[in-house]
């Protein structure tokens, strides 16, 4: 791995880690502003309990070493839930709204295409 690979890994990494822990102690803490805005996006309260807690751990696993599978999990995990954030504000009509959803998972793409690669999987016979 470059010297510039790992910089802009670590770059996007971090600022994933930010914004997602960010957002998902906002969304355990269910503070009321997050709770009204995930209300006027049609999600019940609980919901938030559900991606605050599964934000936090995605984020756990992504900065520690190894498990590498597990490393997939979370970075599919944060696709989906930053693809559903944005579609949802499309539907919704609140597309001006959108663009911290698409912030995360751009830098969700980018840690994840630069990532390490002890922190990828290796297939055997390909």
Request: aromatic share 16%; no cysteine; proline share 4%.
């Amino acid at each position: 791995m470059t010297k510039r690979n790992k910089i802009i890994y670590w770059i996007a990494t971090i600022w994933l880690a930010l914004g997602m822990i960010s957002s998902g102690i906002v969304q355990l803490f269910k503070v009321k502003a997050e709770t009204d805005f995930m209300a006027n996006l049609g999600y019940p309260e609980y919901f938030q309990t559900i991606l605050g807690t599964w934000k936090i751990l995605g984020i756990v696993v992504l900065l520690i070493p190894r498990y590498p599978l597990l490393k997939e999990w979370a970075y599919a995990g944060f696709f989906f839930v930053m693809t559903g954030a944005a579609i949802s504000h499309i539907a919704s009509g609140t597309v001006s709204e959108i663009f911290p959803s698409l912030l995360l998972l751009a830098l969700t793409i980018t840690s994840w295409y630069f990532r390490p690669a002890d922190r990828k999987i290796i297939l055997a016979n390909q």
